[in-house]
């Protein structure tokens, strides 16, 4: 008896696949060491992928110290830390990430789009065909990303949110060719992580990193044309309005760098003054006040902690 080719498609084989047991992430920053810790404490093996050995220590004592953190606020014991570690690998070698059922790229490039393209085909060499492959990336579309794959049916977008530990949601983008047994993938990975999946139409930026550095941008324009200081203007939004982190908090957060990349990526493509970054912004990021990552933004920090303000930021005028 002859047998249908669909028995062998792509979606047949995607749909007939159990629960996630392995991820792989591409790069392992402060995104993705959260990431690795979330996803094994949700009882999933996790291997990482860096440049170097030296970096895959690095990011092994990071967790490790993040988890020491959580256990001082009592939100962990020492045995939950010792099962957490346990799952999460790190590797040089992308021959570690064959056996992953889910690839996530969290690289920061300096070259986003051109060099995503040549990850993912990349990753193709490695994974099986049943393997979904993501990216986190936010002003770009996955389309673009995936267009020169073999299987660009099996490629998402997806989003997570500073900061992924404290925030209970993740973007979820399709690109024009992505095949719904991937996206019920993604949606099924978000909820065995204790997330959200919301899905939103592939758009560059999507909602949220859209809507979050045009905030940002025009707080920045209020602080230059000194309606109010930075302390203010951040009290105002949290306790007016609800948020966890005032704007110029969150630029710190995110990284002003990143927030000043988000923008130029939006401005080229939509060419609407709404996202042309700040001066204030531009001023900062050359003097590489970039936020917590540097010790300085519009705060001042030790050891990821805020001290103070940082005076450059608002003494600047336009």
Known sequence: ???????????????????????????????????????????????????????????????????DAIIN??????????IILSRIKGATDYEAIRDCNLIIELISSDNPLTERIEMFKKLENYVSAETVITSSVSTLMITDIAAEMQHPERALALNFITTPSNVRIVEIVCGLQTNE?????????????????????????????????????????????????????????????????????LADRIGLDKVLRYMDQLYNEFGVSQFKASPLLKRLVRAHSNGIRAGKGFYLYADGQKTGMNVSATQIKS
């Open 1 to 67: 008896m002859s047998e249908s080719l669909e028995k062998f498609a792509l979606n047949k084989r995607i749909s007939k696949q159990g629960l996630i047991h392995k991820v792989g992430l591409i790069g392992c920053g402060d995104i993705g060491q959260q990431v690795a810790r979330i996803v094994s404490q949700s009882g999933i093996e996790v291997v990482f992928v860096e440049v170097s050995n030296e970096r895959v220590d690095e990011v092994i004592q990071a967790i490790n110290a993040q988890l």
């Open 73 to 82: 606020r009592w939100g962990l014991t020492q045995g939950d830390k010792r």
């Open 181 to 249: 047994p991937s996206h019920q993938l993604i949606n099924r990975f978000a909820k065995m992580i204790n997330k959200e999946g919301i899905t939103v139409n592939e758009s560059p930026g999507s909602v949220s990193t859209r809507l979050i550095v045009t905030l940002i941008n025009e707080a920045c324009n209020t602080l230059i044309e000194g309606v109010s200081n930075v302390e203010d203007i951040d009290t105002i939004m949290r306790r007016g309005f609800g948020m966890q982190h005032g704007p110029f908090e």
